[in-house]
């Protein structure tokens, strides 16, 4: 799924315009192969203040990256949706950093709440996160299915 977003998102511009794409993909994703599940993964990003965000990026994507080997759903990630190139189309982007991560939570609800995505994966250290932990949050009000991982070595922040 990952690699149909980035296309999905090509002439976005807002994140209504993202909101949006990313529905229409979720809705024809579960027409064309029949599938009823679709899984989105948690965690930190911009926690810990931007001389991690890299890292947290890499981790991240590691953690996707498992959980497609092992689940027969689509999987997906803040990572997948809001690549440098999304960054600079978006129009919030522009905004200071408080207000940019009121939008984002905002974002990942409407995402959440949208129907679509069934499963939530919750990645170590996710409660370190203010917008994981919104989503975590957001997931038990909507009784969205939730998988904690546990942290292992080959991802583990040094």
């Known amino acids: 799924m990952g690699k149909n977003i980035g296309s999905a998102l090509k002439n976005s511009k807002t994140l209504h315009h993202v909101k949006h794409s990313l529905v229409r993909l979720f809705k024809d994703t579960k027409k064309k192969n029949s599938i009823e599940k679709i899984g989105y993964v948690a965690g930190i990003i911009t926690s810990g203040g931007p001389e991690y965000f890299k890292a947290n990026r890499r981790r991240l994507a590691d953690y996707v990256g498992k959980l497609r080997k092992i689940h027969n759903f689509p999987m997906f990630s803040a ?8 960054y600079e189309r978006l129009e919030e982007w522009k905004l200071p950093f408080s207000e940019r991560e009121v939008k984002a939570r905002s974002f990942w609800r409407k995402i ?3 129907g679509h995505v069934t499963d939530i994966f919750m990645t170590p ?34």
């Open 125 to 158: 250290r996710f409660k370190k996160s203010k917008g994981a932990s919104d989503e975590h949050k957001t997931a038990k009000e909507i009784g969205l299915t939730i998988h904690y991982m546990n942290e292992d070595k080959k991802t583990k922040n040094k």
């Open 112 to 114: 959440l709440k949208s």
């Open 79 to 86: 990572i997948d949706v809001f690549t440098s190139e999304v």
